[in-house]
């Protein structure tokens, strides 16, 4: 009977050690699942974090483009074209200068740019619609039509390309050293007027009364003033390329400084 006893004690605490052991190991599966869920969780907790670190500086860049100004502002020359001395400079406030010198032939212009889709684009005030101011005009006995420009400069005056519209007819003159231009006496349709060296602009005018032969004009302020509308430029790595805004139509380089 003792033996008995001694024998059930036994098996007790065999099945008892052998619970410990299961439930001791359960412990053991149990803690290294808790482990193995924090570090999976905190991993893509890490994941989403960066994704959400890395999406809020692309929005700041976005709203803030403060790097991409940065890049762009400074001075930009003209390559490649003999004699011609162009460029522009772009400022950290989104202003820009535009310059352009061709022998004694100084001409300039500013405004706004902005950068959109690898591309800078320029836009000045606009254009006041006309280069001349006419300041008379009357009917004489004179067999002739005449055109005066008045100006204190007396190269400007002698540089006037005008085109006279009559009757579906059309002449050309250019104005004298006096800014004296000239065509015989005939009912006007209309008068074009276009400064040789801003030759990109006509200014055109409708005469109040066609039988009018004599006319007077002067140049407005803003004559060697360059303009800009949706100017646009792509950005390279070491400058701009694209249109002149005074040169003939071709692509140009413009190397940043």
């Known amino acids: 009977m003792v033996r008995s006893v001694h024998l059930n004690n036994w098996a007790c605490g065999k099945v008892t050690d052998s619970v410990f052991e299961l439930l001791k190991c359960e412990e053991i599966i149990v803690t290294a699942l808790s482990f193995y869920i924090y570090f999976v969780e905190m991993k893509y907790g890490l994941i989403l974090l960066s994704i959400l670190l890395l999406s809020n500086t692309m929005n700041a860049q976005l709203n803030n483009p403060q790097g991409r100004t940065d890049k762009l502002t400074g001075e930009y020359y003209l390559q490649g074209v003999m004699e011609t001395a162009s460029g522009f ?141 949706g100017f646009t430029l792509e950005i390279e790595k070491n400058g701009l390329i694209g249109p002149h805004p005074l040169l003939k139509p071709a692509t140009y380089h413009f190397r940043k400084n």
């Not at 950068?115 to 001349?132: M, Q, T, W």
């Not at 004489?140 to 540089?159: E, G, P, R, V, Y």
Request: with cysteine.
């Open 89 to 229: 400079k772009f400022n950290a406030d989104h202003s820009f200068q535009f310059f352009f010198s061709y022998g004694a032939l100084d001409r300039s212009g500013e405004g706004r740019w902005e950068e959109k889709d690898n591309k800078v684009i320029l836009n000045s005030r606009k254009y006041p619609g006309s280069d001349f101011a006419l300041i008379t005009s009357n009917k004489n006995n004179s067999d002739l039509i005449t055109i005066k420009i008045i100006d204190s400069n007396s190269f400007f005056n002698s540089h006037v390309y005008c085109l006279l519209k009559s009757g579906g007819i059309q002449t050309e003159q250019f104005s004298n050293n006096l800014g004296l231009i000239s065509f015989p006496k005939q009912l006007i349709d209309s008068i074009s007027l276009a400064f040789e060296f801003c030759g990109e602009r006509r200014s055109v005018f409708l005469p109040l009364d066609p039988s009018h032969n004599y006319f007077e004009f002067k140049f407005e302020p803003w004559i060697m003033e360059v303009f800009f509308s």
